[in-house]
């Protein structure tokens, strides 16, 4: 199985920050590459698919990149909703699996 | 508007079985790609299994943790996904999420969850 690696595991910030998380895949996986942000209690929703798309209806300070196996995803201009646990995931090949989580915390 | 709505979940003990189900709204269920991803208490998400459309065979893929315990199966005309759970574990306690799948494990919409938990 491919094996995910987000970075870091938690992060403070302040509204009006941004921040980036990382995420590496234990071997490539071209741009097979999914951000999740999951709240308490909600819906994980699905914010970006293959590095960089980001899915309708997602604020364009979410912006994601990068190949092979190392990827990230950037939040621009935090907002106070934007505080949230994040995941990547790889879609390259079966069985498909997560990062152990970006806890992004208000600072 | 996209809905799923998990129920089911419960306590069970070891060696013991359990249904979940999951009711989809706002979309044409029957052409959806169906699955299963949990959350085990203060971990991270694992894909437990999923099932293609009619037209796409209707076939399952599982996990290898929970492969011949866990049957996915659906009922087009009710619009629900089920998830049977037999031989439980106590490793199987998680937040089970439905979730609908696009072009080969992307996962786009997902309900809240429903809790199981395997206890003596």
């Known amino acids: 199985d491919i094996q995910m690696t987000q970075s870091p595991s938690s992060l403070f910030a302040s509204v009006g920050d941004r921040v980036i998380i990382t995420c590496r895949a234990s071997?490539?996986?071209?741009?097979?590459l999914n951000w999740y942000q999951h709240k308490p209690g909600k819906a994980p929703k699905f914010l970006i698919h293959?590095?960089?798309s980001v899915q309708s209806g997602v604020p364009s300070r979410f912006s994601g990149g990068g190949s092979g196996t190392d990827f990230i995803l950037t939040i621009s201009n935090l907002q106070p909703e934007d505080f949230a646990t994040y995941y990547c995931?790889?879609?390259?090949?079966?069985?498909?699996?997560f990062g152990q989580g970006t806890k992004l915390e208000i600072k | 508007e996209v809905q799923l709505v998990e129920s089911g979940g419960g306590l069970v003990k070891p060696g013991g079985s359990l249904r979940v189900s999951c009711i989809g709204s706002?979309?044409?269920?029957?052409?959806?790609?169906m699955g299963w991803i949990r959350q085990a208490p203060g971990k991270g998400l694992e894909w437990v299994g999923r099932?293609?459309?009619?037209?796409?065979?209707?076939?399952?893929e599982y996990a290898a943790p929970v492969k011949g315990r866990f049957t996915i199966s659906r009922d087009d005309s009710k619009d629900t996904l089920f998830l049977q759970m037999d031989s439980l574990k106590t490793e199987d306690t998680a937040l089970y999420f439905c979730?609908?799948?696009?072009?080969?494990?992307?996962?786009?919409?997902w309900g809240q969850g429903t809790r199981v938990t395997v206890s003596s």
């Open positions: 979730i609908t799948e696009f072009y080969g494990y992307n996962f786009n919409y």
């Open positions: 706002g979309f044409t269920f029957s052409d959806a790609w």
């Open positions: 071997q490539t996986i071209s741009n097979y």
């Open positions: 293959t590095a960089s």
């Open positions: 995931q790889q879609s390259y090949s079966a069985p498909p699996t």
């Open positions: 099932i293609k459309s009619r037209a796409h065979g209707g076939t399952t």
